[in-house]
């Protein structure tokens, strides 16, 4: 059933593997994607990953440094797959603990592993136990409580409400035994122990019984519904009956709430229109001092503050037990116990990393780091530590910041950086423009970073052509065509041969956006312009019609390069943002490759001192360099990230 | 009294000197002993520290780098045990104490590093102040669609302030020769040369870090010329290897070339 199993260290090396019956493919491309994708890129939450049509599973052993994974086809539907990977780790370590233990690699090239019998012995032992829980087969009809029912009893007379009533009763108490009913006592046991035989129409004594016994329980209990009956109930007496429900009151009058208090606040808007004051209503005239929020709505919130206060104690209440209890634990013989904590060889457990970790995560979120993000990257950090020996002198705080820390190096430099520069040069000798969008939503600094990226673009000698796309706001044509002006005059055509560094094309407010974009382009080309920067109207994620013109605007004019523009003060909107315009560029595309967003740009980084995480959310989110950072409205506030640094600011305390 | 006018005529220190001397001699001679241990004490400790902390640290590892997929960490198996072994993309490092066949080699530590982008540069940063030498393994079946990342890898390599300190051998293995469309190591030379030239220019007009460092201040090779690799000062040559083989799993690699140079070093 299995397609493949594979140990492998962390390191490369496969240490043992095993191919399923009739499976030719290598598996080497699907691991392969499995710790590209979610090992590298810190998201080893949830364990398993579908490639294609395999689905895999795998499994980290931090002690030694091996990576045990397990793949199969993705339709089946495999329970015993997590029991066998767990008992095929403790097999293994067990077997080979002294061919693992040793630092340094050549042990492993040297010795072979030879697990096949184990492997099988414990892969049949996971499918027999798999086996073993099979689903609840159906019950005949023989077995079943129907048959036992004459078919007398199941008649509709006069009387017959009662009857099906109490057969439907004893049918479900007898199936629902496991579903916590909170019945009177009476009803349950008097059902289940009378004797199925229902017989002769009419209610026997007995049953004239349990149904007054009923009756009074249920007067009783008060609130407490029965449960509707799944039978369909013979036809109801003729009238309908007129609903009372418990809360309500009678009369028309007791739902008046209005008040000669609030009347007048509401009213006063009003008053223009139509000064006819209905009779009912009296208005207070408002001289004095304001009165006080009313009486009724004040008592509600006082209540409902009450109860948020209390919950909120009991809440912190459980937090100060649960960290006093660690406490209490030490005295005489806690101090020992730290010492011996920093010294000597011990292994990381989920409970001591627990406290360190929810340390760690809050830390995170009050630095601007998007909530679920942290909630991700500490399970994922809390994965790749679990079970490690920590060497002398270090202590589980230090070795889970230490890791922390490399993970959020590793997420920021997420590819191969985006050498703009060397990508134009290529362009220009396929004498064709390079395309650059910038997409956001409103207000993150996409024409002021625009202006900035074409003036560091003509420093180095490219020419500039920028389209005006967009026709929405007001004024933005005109905040373009006044960059224009200052970057020619910063760079006067007489210097570069006659040409004008930088130009705009626009034709105006109210067209078609990706026309425009379409049209610039062609006219870039024509005139040999190196570079062209795409400006689009701001748009919230959410409105469907403005992001599917934005999809269409990149699926149509297929850019060299798509940055998103985000400002650095965002917090967990951004990763609703950068999702939703993932997902609005991936579903309008027609074709099977769509273009995404190839890089952020992360803007108003000068108004935040150290509170950096919107920086890790973004690159998180999508997986993609961070390729400016804008720090100013100046021209020359443009900068390029520095991983460490950022890394460094955010660690901070 | 005459020996204070003695004094008077004498330094200003006397009368103190005086006295400490005549404390001196005053006391056992248990304390002067535990003055003269206590000061060759801390003479010693200042000793020491310069020491530890002025010694460099001593350069004895190779590392194996370069793009993902290169195989790195084939070429690694294949140098300690002859052994083909099936690999898989490394997360973490792997190191291990490599004697060459020669018999005057040295031994030194082989380590492996992981080739993917994030992890490059981390585990780049941890390892390049004990490179002694550095094999940059290059796929040459696949050179043409990669050779700007190759040469972006290279260019940080050699402009990294440690390694042009250190200047540490380089060898570029142009491995994957087993394969029919592998590019020799001249053309790859030539062309990461080409490239490199590109690359010098762009980079140093790229932008400055947000806390003011400027990356790539080191320039390569001579202004005003095309760069070539016998510009640098650290020694770079080039040579040709197939970790796989030409037999296929079971047969031996094609890493003589390889074998050689890092017996020469």
């Given at each position: 059933?299995l397609?493949?199993?594979?140990?492998f260290?962390?390191?490369?090396?496969?240490?043992?593997?095993?191919?399923?019956a009739g499976?030719t493919?290598?598996?080497?491309?699907?691991?392969?994607?499995?710790?590209?994708?979610?090992?590298?890129?810190e998201?080893?939450?949830?364990?398993?990953?579908?490639?294609?049509?395999?689905s895999?599973?795998?499994?980290?052993?931090n002690?030694?440094?091996?990576?045990?994974v397990?793949?199969?086809?993705?339709?089946?539907t495999?329970?015993?797959?997590?029991?066998?990977?767990?008992?095929?780790?403790?097999?293994?370590?067990?077997?080979?603990k002294?061919?693992?233990?040793?630092?340094?690699?050549?042990?492993?090239?040297?010795s072979?592993?030879?697990?096949?019998?184990?492997?099988?012995?414990?892969?049949?032992?996971?499918?027999d136990?798999?086996?073993?829980?099979?689903?609840?087969?159906?019950?005949?009809?023989?077995?079943s409580l129907?048959?036992?029912?004459?078919?007398?009893?199941?008649?509709?007379?006069?009387?017959?409400?009662?009857?099906?009533?109490?057969?439907?009763?004893?049918n479900?108490n007898?199936?629902?035994?496991?579903e916590?009913?909170?019945?009177?006592?009476g009803?349950t046991?008097?059902a289940?122990q009378?004797?199925?035989?229902?017989?002769?129409q009419?209610?026997?004594?007995?049953?004239v019984?349990?149904?007054?016994?009923?009756e009074?329980?249920?007067?009783?209990?008060?609130g407490n519904?029965?449960?509707?009956s799944?039978s369909?109930?013979?036809?109801?007496?003729?009238?309908?009956?007129?609903?009372?429900?418990?809360?309500?009151?009678?009369?028309?009058?007791?739902?008046?709430?209005?008040?000669?208090n609030?009347?007048?606040?509401?009213?006063?808007?009003?008053?223009?229109p139509?000064?006819?004051?209905?009779?009912?209503?009296?208005?207070?005239?408002m001289?004095?001092?304001?009165?006080?929020?009313?009486y009724?709505?004040?008592?509600?919130?006082?209540?409902?503050?009450?109860?948020?206060?209390?919950?909120?104690?009991?809440?912190?209440?459980?937090?100060?037990?649960?960290?006093?209890?660690?406490?209490?634990?030490?005295?005489?013989?806690?101090?020992?116990?730290?010492?011996?904590?920093l010294?000597?060889?011990?292994?990381?457990?989920?409970?001591?990393?627990?406290?360190?970790?929810?340390k760690?995560?809050?830390?995170?979120?009050?630095?601007?780091?998007?909530?679920?993000?942290?909630t991700?990257?500490?399970?994922?950090?809390?994965?790749?530590?679990?079970?490690k020996?920590?060497?002398?002198?270090?202590?589980?705080?230090?070795?889970?910041?230490?890791?922390l820390?490399?993970?959020?190096?590793?997420?920021?430099q997420?590819k191969?950086?985006?050498?703009?520069l060397?990508?134009?040069?290529?362009a220009r000798?396929?004498?064709?423009?390079?395309?650059?969008?910038?997409?956001?939503?409103?207000?993150?600094?996409?024409?002021?970073?625009?202006?900035?990226?074409?003036?560091?673009?003509?420093?180095?000698g490219f020419?500039?052509?920028?389209?005006?796309?967009d026709?929405?706001?007001?004024?933005?044509v005109?905040?373009?065509?006044?960059?224009?002006?200052?970057?020619?005059s910063?760079?006067?055509?007489?210097?570069?041969?006659?040409?004008?560094?930088?130009?705009?094309?626009?034709k105006?407010y109210?067209?078609d956006?990706?026309?425009?974009?379409?049209?610039?382009?062609?006219?870039?080309?024509?005139?040999?312009?190196?570079?062209?920067?795409?400006?689009?109207?701001?748009?919230?994620?959410d409105?469907?019609?403005?992001?599917?013109?934005l999809?269409k605007?990149?699926?149509v004019?297929?850019?060299?390069?798509?940055?998103?523009?985000?400002?650095?003060l965002?917090?967990?909107?951004?990763?609703?943002?950068?999702?939703?315009?993932?997902?609005?560029?991936?579903?309008?595309?027609m074709?099977?490759?769509p273009?995404?967003?190839?890089?952020?740009?992360?803007?108003?980084?000068?108004?935040?001192?150290?509170?950096?995480?919107?920086?890790?959310?973004?690159?998180?989110i999508?997986?993609?360099?961070?390729?400016?950072?804008?720090t100013?409205?100046?021209y020359?506030?443009?900068?390029?990230?520095?991983?460490?640094?950022?890394?460094s600011?955010?660690?901070?305390? | 009294?005459e020996?204070e006018?003695?004094?008077?005529?004498?330094?200003?220190?006397?009368?103190?000197?005086?006295?400490?001397?005549?404390?001196?001699e005053?006391?056992?001679?248990?304390?002067?002993?535990?003055?003269v241990?206590?000061?060759?004490?801390v003479?010693?400790?200042?000793?020491?520290?310069k020491?530890?902390?002025?010694?460099?640290?001593?350069?004895?590892?190779?590392?194996?780098?370069?793009?993902?997929?290169?195989g790195?960490?084939?070429?690694?198996a294949r140098?300690l045990?002859?052994?083909?072994?099936?690999?898989?993309?490394?997360?973490?490092?792997?190191?291990?104490?490599?004697?060459?066949?020669?018999?005057?080699?040295?031994?030194?530590?082989?380590i492996?590093?992981?080739?993917?982008?994030?992890?490059?540069?981390?585990?780049?940063?941890?390892?390049?102040?004990?490179?002694?030498?550095?094999?940059?393994?290059?796929?040459?079946?696949?050179?043409?669609?990669?050779?700007?990342?190759?040469?972006e890898f290279?260019?940080?390599?050699?402009?990294?302030?440690?390694?042009?300190?250190?200047?540490?051998t380089?060898?570029?293995?142009?491995?994957?020769?087993?394969?029919?469309?592998?590019?020799?190591?001249?053309?790859?030379?030539?062309?990461?040369?080409?490239?490199?030239?590109?690359?010098?220019?762009?980079r140093?007009?790229?932008?400055?870090?947000?806390?003011?460092?400027?990356?790539?201040?080191v320039?390569?090779?001579?202004?005003?010329?095309?760069f070539?690799?016998?510009?640098?000062?650290?020694?770079?040559?080039?040579?040709?290897?197939?970790?796989?083989?030409?037999?296929?799993?079971?047969?031996?690699?094609?890493?003589?070339?390889?074998?050689?140079?890092?017996?020469?070093?």
């Open positions: 059933m397609d493949f199993f594979t140990i260290s962390k390191g490369g090396i496969v240490l043992w593997c095993f191919q399923g499976v493919e290598s598996f080497t491309g699907p691991v392969n994607a499995l710790i590209r994708s979610v090992i590298l890129q998201r080893s939450g949830n364990n398993s990953y579908t490639h294609e049509a395999l895999l599973k795998y499994k980290l052993d002690e030694f440094e091996l990576v045990f397990v793949g199969f086809q993705k339709i089946l495999l329970t015993y797959v997590d029991k066998l990977i767990n008992d095929v780790q403790l097999h293994f370590r067990d077997r080979y002294n061919e693992l233990d040793i630092k340094g690699s050549l042990k492993l090239l040297n072979n592993f030879e697990f096949e019998d184990d492997f099988s012995m414990l892969l049949r032992e996971a499918e136990s798999s086996k073993a829980r099979s689903p609840a087969s159906m019950r005949t009809f023989n077995e129907k048959s036992q029912k004459t078919v007398k009893s199941m008649i509709e007379t006069k009387g017959g409400d009662k009857i099906k009533e109490q057969g439907g009763k004893k479900k007898a199936k629902k035994e496991a916590p009913v909170k019945v009177d006592p009803k046991t008097s289940s009378k004797p199925v035989e229902n017989g002769s009419g209610l026997t004594p007995e049953e019984m349990q149904k007054n016994r009923e009074f329980f249920r007067k009783r209990m008060g519904v029965e449960k509707p799944k369909p109930k013979p036809q109801k007496p003729k009238e309908k009956q007129r609903r009372v429900w418990d809360m309500g009151g009678s009369k028309a009058e007791d739902l008046d709430y209005s008040h000669p609030d009347n007048g606040t509401q009213k006063a808007g009003y008053q223009g139509d000064a006819h004051i209905e009779s009912g209503m009296q208005l207070n005239p001289k004095g001092d304001l009165l006080s929020v009313d009724e709505y004040s008592e509600e919130e006082d209540v409902g503050e009450e109860e948020e206060e209390e919950e909120e104690e009991q809440e912190r209440m459980e937090i100060t037990n649960t960290k006093r209890v660690p406490k209490k634990g030490g005295g005489f013989g806690g101090m020992f116990g730290m010492l011996k904590g010294v000597g060889a011990k292994s990381l457990s989920r409970e001591d990393m627990e406290p360190v970790l929810d760690m995560r809050d830390h995170l979120i009050a630095k601007n780091v998007a909530a679920e993000i942290s991700q990257l500490c399970d994922s950090v809390a994965k790749k530590l679990e079970g020996v920590m060497g002398t002198f270090t202590t589980v705080a230090s070795t889970v910041k230490q890791a820390q490399e993970s959020l190096v590793q997420i920021l997420p191969r950086r985006v050498d703009i060397r990508d134009v040069l290529d000798s396929q004498r064709r423009p390079f395309i650059v969008t910038f997409c956001g939503v409103n207000g993150v600094g996409k024409s002021t970073n625009l202006a900035k990226i074409s003036f560091w673009l003509i420093e180095n020419t500039v052509l920028i389209a005006a796309c026709t929405f706001r007001a004024g933005a005109e905040q373009l065509r006044t960059h224009q002006r200052r970057l020619n910063l760079h006067p055509p007489e210097q570069h041969g006659g040409r004008p560094m930088v130009q705009l094309y626009e105006g109210g067209k956006a990706a026309g425009i974009a379409m049209e610039a382009i062609a006219y870039a080309r024509n005139q040999a312009f190196d570079v062209v920067l795409v400006d689009t109207a701001g748009r919230m994620q409105n469907a019609p403005l992001m599917t013109a999809a605007l990149i699926a004019n297929m850019p060299d390069l798509v940055l998103f523009v985000g400002e650095a965002v917090g967990n909107e951004a990763v609703d943002q950068l999702v939703k315009f993932n997902q609005a560029l991936a579903d309008h595309s074709s099977d490759k273009r995404l967003i190839d890089g952020i740009v992360l803007t108003k980084f000068d108004t935040i001192d150290d509170k950096v995480g919107a920086a890790i959310s973004m690159t998180y999508t997986g993609q360099p961070i390729v400016f950072v804008g100013g409205q100046t020359n506030d443009l900068r390029s990230l520095n991983a460490r640094a950022v890394v600011a955010l660690m901070k305390a | 009294m020996e006018k003695e004094d008077g005529t004498g330094s200003p220190f006397g009368p103190y000197l005086e006295s400490l001397r005549r404390e001196l005053n006391q056992d001679p248990r304390f002067t002993i535990a003055l241990v206590a000061l060759a004490v003479v010693i400790t200042c000793v020491f520290l020491y530890f902390l002025t010694s460099k640290t001593v350069r004895t590892a190779v590392l194996l780098v370069g793009l993902c997929d290169a790195k960490t084939l070429l690694f140098l045990s002859g052994k083909f072994k099936r690999t898989q993309t490394s997360i973490t490092d792997s190191s291990a104490p490599y004697k060459a066949k020669s018999d005057k080699a040295s031994t030194w530590t082989l492996d590093l992981p080739g993917h982008d994030s992890l490059r540069s981390q585990y780049m940063e941890k390892f390049k102040s004990t490179a002694r030498a550095i094999v940059f393994v290059v796929d040459s079946a696949i050179f043409q669609k990669e050779v700007r990342d190759v040469a290279l260019y940080f390599l050699l402009t990294d302030a440690v390694i042009s300190r250190n200047v540490p380089v060898l570029v293995a142009c491995n994957k020769q087993d394969i029919t469309m592998a590019k020799s190591a001249k053309l790859i030379q030539q062309q990461l040369e080409k490239e490199m030239n590109t690359l010098r220019m762009t140093s007009a790229a932008l400055s870090s947000q806390d003011g460092s400027v990356g790539g201040s320039f390569l090779g001579k202004k005003g010329k095309d070539e690799f016998s510009q640098l000062p650290m020694k770079v040559e080039f040579l040709e290897c197939s970790a796989r083989g030409n037999k296929g799993e079971d047969g031996d690699a094609n890493i003589e070339s390889l074998e050689k140079s890092l017996a020469r070093l």
